[in-house]
């Protein structure tokens, strides 16, 4: 794969939703963060993983669209707002059902609503703390079959949705086809967040000298999924750039791409690696468009 393009400066806008059980609002919601977060200057918009229905194994099915066949009002509305506003849009994740399977899928759109990579959700999240935090989305949902870069006017980008992030050889994969920034809609949850989702981030981030954006739904009280929220944006040297808490709110960060070449080069990792001793290999065909 050819080197990245160098987009300059980016600013970026998560939009921490409030999430609730009536999609038609949560749409709306949705829509008018976009809006907001353009108006504020955004050229590059994520948003958080299911954010048009409740995290359950009982919502998903219900709240499912056919993003390919229709009807999606939900990633319809994605398409038009991000044309409308002129962005390129990380649209978080929906239900999608797609031959007789459900999946947990994100779009991506350029600024003029094209939608230019799907990813399903690679790794799902079945865990079981007793006690604490069992869900099993294996119930439900298929995982996704490839990993997804996807060039923009926003930089190299590569997605993953939420429990894909434990899984560090998918950020290398991406870090290797030369994605600058790590875009993971998630929503970890109030057992797992605390230790778990910065620490990932910057992970991430160190590991592969990079951008990585993690952007969560707001914590609702009335859900049966409480969600961890602090949507973050980490730099190329693991610092954190911005960051909240668990209530609805959008949070910006400048992304100066030229962080991620000098980080690169101050700490020249990948020309030191031993190839000698141990190799990722990389089994997937090339950008995944599902
Ligand atoms: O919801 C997910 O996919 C992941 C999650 O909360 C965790 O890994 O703790």
Redesign the pocket.
């Known amino acids: 794969m050819a080197e990245a393009a160098d987009p300059g400066k980016v600013k970026v806008a998560l939009c921490q939703l409030h999430v609730t059980a009536d999609k038609e609002q949560n749409i709306a919601t949705a829509k008018a963060a976009i809006e907001d977060a353009a108006h504020n200057g955004a050229k590059l918009v994520v948003l958080p ?1 299911m954010w048009n229905c409740p ?1 359950s194994n009982d919502s998903f099915p219900s709240y499912a669209e056919d993003i390919e066949a229709g009807p999606s009002p939900s990633t319809d509305m994605l398409a038009a707002a991000a044309a409308a506003a002129g962005v390129t849009l990380v649209g978080g994740s929906v239900p999608e059902r797609s031959v007789g399977k459900l999946y947990n899928t994100c779009c991506v759109f350029d600024h003029t609503g094209k939608l230019l990579a799907k990813h399903r ?1 690679t790794h799902l ?1 079945d ?1 079981d703390i007793p006690g604490k ?1 069992t ?1 099993k ?1 294996s119930l439900t949902l298929t995982p996704g079959e490839g990993p997804t870069v996807v060039d923009t006017a926003a930089g190299r980008l590569g997605v993953g ?3 894909d ?2 899984f560090p050889e998918l950020a290398m994969l991406y870090a290797k086809r030369g994605v600058q920034v790590l875009v993971y809609p ?4 109030t ?3 605390p230790l ?1 989702w910065e620490l990932l981030a910057r992970a991430r981030a160190v590991d592969n000298q990079c951008f990585v954006i993690t952007c969560s739904p707001a914590r609702n009280p009335d859900a049966s999924y409480q969600a ?1 929220g602090h949507s973050t944006v980490v730099g190329p040297f693991a610092e954190v750039l911005a960051t909240t808490e668990h209530e609805p709110t959008t949070i910006y960060a400048d992304l100066d791409f030229a962080q991620v070449k000098e980080r690169r080069a101050n700490l020249p990792l990948t020309q030191q690696k031993r190839h000698d001793l141990y190799e990722l290999v990389d089994r997937s065909s090339s950008s995944s468009k599902q």
């Open positions: 993983e995290y959700k999240f865990i935090m869900f989305e949705i939420c429990y992030i434990r998630g929503a970890f949850n057992v797992t967040g778990h961890w």
